[in-house]
């Protein structure tokens, strides 16, 4: 996935209220720009980090620009626009290179599925049955540890997203957690207990219901973002 239009750099002033950030451009401008993640972003919101952000001139929007990546503490590049995750895995999917996802017949975008008034990211069709995949972006990492974690705040709604996956696998139905990981040099992921152990208790309920765990890291720069590798998960 490229970047429709350049990044511009800049250095982070402040993450509030959920949707906003100030930052000063490189050039010294005070910025409002969007905040487009509803975690907490422990680990990608630092006084002072490196970011980069998508300028917007659309006069009908309130806010000049959408943050998309940031260096966190230990170098590393974050992509902190959760809504790029279900695109870079869309693209991944239609160039075949999620391989034990490949040879669908059709795909299709958020599909109404299950008892809790659900939405699943994709359904896949397969000449054998259909397969419900649900992606989360990971951004969390702790300190030098390569191991990268979610969620990184409370999240009921994963939680119901795993229940849900776990009725259709005890169903006979392909379910998958699809976890992508939008954070530079990580060798697995694992499910953050320690922030919420409901959603990990539900993460391994799944699994032993059947429901496939798959997580792929990407390559980050300012000009794209790609899926590139497939990685361990850690339950």
């Known amino acids: 996935m490229r970047y429709a239009t350049a990044l511009e750099q800049g250095r982070l002033v402040r993450r509030y209220k959920r949707f906003f950030a100030d930052i000063l451009t490189m050039s010294g401008e005070p910025l409002c720009i969007h905040c487009p993640n509803t975690g907490s972003m422990l680990n990608c919101m630092s006084e002072g980090a490196r970011v980069w952000f998508q300028r917007n001139e659309d006069p009908k929007r309130k806010l000049r620009g959408t943050w998309e990546l940031v260096e966190t503490p230990q170098g590393r590049l974050a992509c902190v626009n959760t ?60 300190g030098e540890s390569a191991v990268a974690a979610f969620p990184d705040a409370v999240t009921t709604r994963g939680a ?74 850690k339950l």
Request: aromatic share 6%; charged share 25%; proline share 5%.
């Open 160 to 233: 119901r997203h795993l229940r849900e996956l776990a009725a259709l696998a005890r169903a006979g139905v392909r379910a998958v957690q699809l976890y992508c990981v939008n954070l530079t040099d990580i060798e697995a992921v694992r499910p953050a207990e320690e922030i919420d152990p409901l959603y990990a208790a539900a993460l391994r309920d799944a699994v032993e219901a059947g429901v496939e765990v798959l997580a792929y890291g990407v390559t980050i720069s300012p000009e794209q973002i790609r899926l590139s590798h497939r990685l361990p998960v």
């Open 83 to 142: 809504a790029r995750a279900n695109r870079l895995v869309e693209e991944a999917l239609l160039e075949g290179l999620i391989e034990p996802l490949a040879g669908f017949t059709a795909l299709k975008r958020e599909v109404p599925y299950g008892t809790e008034n659900s939405r699943v990211d994709f359904r896949l069709d397969y000449e054998t049955g259909p397969a419900f995949v649900e992606v989360k972006s990971v951004t969390l990492g702790f």
